[in-house]
């Protein structure tokens, strides 16, 4: 069944906890609370950072699966199928992620970051990086559709495994060249490459794979959506403020010795998420895509994978590098403004007249 009009936003908050209700509060918490953590325990960050297996930051990693896992168990994966039969979503996905926004990403690097080479290559790498962890989260709380989600991120895992390092070339080396720009000589590991997209993806995938699988056979799908899902769901917002507090607490003796270079930094990221996603959203309603998918396609655009960009900036350039720092920013820029973009799209149901919130939360 389908509604005439969306419901009134006020009237789908109050169904929300409190832990979901003030997201955005406990988020800023977090922000300061890992700042703080940062300033006031000396040795913290190069305490975390050092908790590494093969370049991978283990308390990262953590959180993200922790974040990950009850999402993921939400996806009906026997639904799949219509994603992918689903051309018109697909073919768009793939334009905007592997097209239109790192070339985006690159005129805004060149523009507002022309004398800063650094910050600038950091950038382009920002660009590079599709988002494969915490869209999961933004696309749930603003009732976009999950299995598409899952699809859509799947797809941008296997291609940033293929293309990553060739699209850096294009970006750095061979489209600077054409248009008389200075290049930057950049190898890129695909082992990094390959290791962020098993440990992100493929794991709470693989987890959240079986325990919908064995949970549906073992008790029904009533129980398991009913009973079982809503004792794990909030876990995923600890995990994502876990992870919050751990980047802050890493970061803050960085952001508060630089902030004009990671104001410098924050503007063109800010252009970025509210360009890719609004355009995004413009699309998929312009296609008809109808607000669930056209949900999801604007948060898997505009989201970037904070940990890989980060994780190549260091073993490409080295940790103190301008790149790395470029990198750094990113997530402190994107997690406070996608969670603000989470209300725009709720807002932007009214353009939606079919939306059916209980559908897309089934």
């Known amino acids: 069944m389908t509604l005439d009009a969306p419901p009134a936003t006020e009237h789908l908050t109050a169904k929300l906890s409190t832990l979901d209700r003030y997201l955005a509060v406990w988020i800023l918490a977090a922000m300061a609370f890992g700042l703080a953590l940062g300033r006031l325990i000396p040795g913290l960050g190069a305490a975390l950072d050092s908790l590494q297996v093969a370049g991978v930051s283990l308390p990262i990693a953590l959180g993200l699966l922790v974040m990950m896992y009850p999402v993921l168990a939400k996806v009906r994966y026997n639904e799949t199928g219509r994603v992918l039969s689903d051309k018109k979503l697909m073919i768009t996905s793939l334009v905007i992620n592997w097209v239109l926004a790192p070339a985006f990403m690159f005129v805004l690097a060149w523009i507002f970051l022309a004398d800063l080479p650094e910050y600038r290559t950091g950038l382009i790498i920002v660009g590079l990086a599709r988002c494969i962890a915490m869209v999961f989260i933004w696309n749930d709380l603003a009732c976009g559709d999950r299995e598409a989600a899952a699809v859509l991120v799947a797809i941008n895992s296997v291609f940033q495994v293929i293309a990553f390092g060739a699209l850096g070339w294009f970006y750095l080396q061979a489209l600077p060249s054409w248009l008389g720009l200075p290049t930057t000589s950049a190898e890129f590991s695909i082992w990094t490459i390959t290791l962020s997209v098993l440990v992100f993806l493929g794991i709470p995938l693989v987890a959240g794979y079986l325990t919908r699988t064995f949970g549906e056979k073992a008790k029904g799908r009533d129980w398991y959506e009913?009973?079982?899902?809503?004792?794990?769901?909030?876990?995923?917002?600890?995990?994502?403020?876990?992870?919050?507090?751990?980047?802050?607490?890493?970061?803050?003796?960085?952001?508060?010795?630089?902030?004009?270079?990671?104001?410098?930094?924050?503007?063109?990221?800010?252009?970025?998420?509210?360009?890719?996603?609004?355009?995004?959203?413009?699309?998929?309603?312009?296609?008809?895509?109808?607000?669930?998918?056209?949900?999801?396609?604007?948060?898997?655009?505009?989201?970037?994978?904070?940990?890989?960009?980060?994780?190549?900036?260091?073993?490409?350039?080295?940790?103190?590098?301008?790149?790395?720092?470029?990198?750094?920013?990113?997530?402190?820029?994107?997690?406070?403004?996608?969670v603000a973009l989470v209300y725009v799209a709720l807002w932007s149901r009214k353009f939606f007249p079919s939306f059916n919130p209980a559908k897309a939360n089934a």
Do not use: C
């Open 226 to 338: 009913n009973k079982f899902l809503p004792k794990i769901g909030p876990w995923a917002l600890y995990g994502l403020l876990f992870t919050i507090v751990l980047l802050f607490a890493l970061q803050g003796d960085t952001i508060i010795a630089k902030p004009l270079d990671v104001a410098r930094i924050a503007l063109p990221l800010l252009v970025y998420f509210v360009v890719v996603f609004g355009a995004s959203m413009l699309i998929g309603h312009a296609l008809r895509m109808g607000y669930a998918r056209t949900t999801t396609l604007a948060f898997t655009a505009a989201g970037n994978n904070f940990e890989l960009a980060i994780a190549v900036a260091i073993a490409t350039f080295g940790v103190t590098s301008g790149q790395a720092l470029a990198g750094v920013v990113g997530p402190l820029i994107e997690v406070p403004l996608l």
